[in-house]
């Protein structure tokens, strides 16, 4: 569930307070529907959070920002709805960069996270207090982003999965009005047809990684909550990944060796690094020794 402290970003790592490092790269995280800065990322039961404990000894000078906002299905008393996430998500991580100068960016976004970052990055081409954001934009990773939306019933069902496992304030949310976010979601939804319609014209600038599910959420339904066919954008340069998870476990790794976390560094790395896309890195961002084998084609 997400925080109360909402439309802010938690710094999850920091290399200049940690390590001393200037930070070179700044990897984003934006949670889905019913997420949470952290615990959206938190492998439960090895409490391992990815992107906090693992991915700084890969990519030590990368700076790990988790943006928070009222994504719960229920309880949810916030009218922000997608638009005004974006709007958000802009201003405050203009705020967190004053200082940045084109240090490059990975978004890295889970679910319904996806549509508010492609909605956000269509927003900032057209308002010049957010080009820099965009410029400076490397890769955008999605974790079963509904492109195309899902079936409102499998979110519903998903949700009150949670119920046995919530304080006793919300034992009556079985019979609450789910979060407009839902509605938002759906495959017949206008607002993500037109979302997904414009981001088209941006696709080309970024490296984009869409990893879908391949198992179903327990108890619930019969199919994924994002179907493959969902959770791709369809387009020519988007790297398309199956991972073995259903949709709250897919950006969830317990460790160094899981091959999902390998994955997604991999992309980050790439991405950072203007690999296939003829940026360059002009920043000296850090890839660890193991990392560099492991991550960064040679060159032939």
Not at 128 to 137: I, S, V, W
Request: charged share 20%.
């Amino acid at each position: 569930m997400s925080s109360k402290n909402t439309l802010v970003f938690k710094t999850l790592y920091d290399p200049l307070v940690h390590k001393g490092i200037p930070a070179t790269l700044d990897v984003v995280l934006i949670h889905g529907l019913n997420g949470d800065y952290l615990k959206t990322w938190l492998h439960s039961a090895t409490g391992v959070c990815w992107p906090r404990d693992l991915l700084p000894a890969v990519l030590p000078s990368a700076r790990v920002l988790s943006f928070t906002y009222s994504a719960d299905i229920y309880g949810n008393t916030s009218v922000t709805g997608i638009r005004g996430n974006a709007n958000a998500l802009l201003a405050r991580l203009r705020d967190r960069r004053e200082r940045a100068d084109g240090r490059p960016i990975v978004f890295v976004a889970h679910s319904l996270g996806g549509i508010i970052l492609k909605q956000a990055l269509y927003l900032s081409q057209h308002d010049r207090r957010f080009h820099g954001l965009l410029d400076a934009t490397r890769g955008l990773i999605f974790y079963g982003t509904p492109h195309f939306g899902a079936d409102r019933s499998r979110w519903l069902s998903m949700a009150k999965s949670f119920a046995p496992l919530l304080p006793r304030r919300f034992a009556g949310m079985r019979k609450a009005k789910a979060s407009n976010l839902v509605d938002a979601l759906a495959r017949s939804s206008l607002e993500i047809s037109n979302i997904c319609e414009d981001f088209r014209f941006l696709a080309r600038r970024f490296v984009l990684v869409s990893f879908y599910e391949t198992e179903v959420w327990p108890g619930t339904t019969s199919a994924p909550i994002v179907d493959m066919m969902s959770a791709l954008m369809h387009l020519d340069n988007e790297e398309r990944v199956p991972l073995e998870a259903n949709h709250m476990d897919l950006c969830r790794f317990m460790g160094p060796e899981d091959a999902g976390f390998q994955l997604t560094c991999r992309y980050i790395a790439q991405a950072a690094l203007g690999l296939g896309h003829g940026r360059g890195d002009r920043w000296g961002i850090l890839v660890s020794g193991d990392a560099q084998s492991m991550y960064i084609p040679k060159c032939k």
